[in-house]
């Protein structure tokens, strides 16, 4: 992968930065670093909705106004429930936040940076 390719960084990685000393850690720090994250309003909310206090918040709030942000468009939503859809007809439930993040992610080229299982359940994406 490139040196400067831009990454789509999952709910899961931002709380192991915010959380932790792992090397998952150290990796999103590089990233940050060399301005190759980009953030969405799916994973902005999911961390919102998990925060501690009015630091936390303003913390979240303030790194993710430096980052590039992408817009889900009609075109996402569109192809999340069909993406959806054809999960659940082969009896895999995966949560629409993380179809619609992958369908983003699809879409505008860029790997998905996670550990969570559910991506390895949709085709066509590639993780970082």
């Not at 569109?78 to 179809?99: C, F, M, N, Q």
Request: aromatic share 8%; proline share 2%; hydrophobic share 40%.
């Amino acid at each position: 992968m490139p040196v400067n390719r831009k990454v789509i960084v999952d709910t899961c990685i931002w709380i192991e930065f915010f959380r932790s000393k792992s090397e998952i850690s150290n990796r999103m720090k590089e990233l940050v670093s060399h301005d190759r994250v980009i953030v969405t309003g799916i994973i902005l909310a999911e961390l919102l909705q998990g925060v501690k206090g009015k630091q936390e918040k303003k913390s979240i709030e303030s790194i993710f106004n430096t980052m590039e942000y992408l817009e889900m468009t009609k075109g996402v939503w569109l192809e999340t429930g069909v993406v959806s859809k054809k999960l659940r007809a082969l009896g895999k439930t995966v949560p629409l936040s993380d179809i619609s993040i992958a369908c983003l992610a699809k879409q505008n080229g860029y790997p998905v940076f996670t550990i969570d299982k559910h991506f390895n359940e949709i085709q066509g994406i590639k993780l970082y």
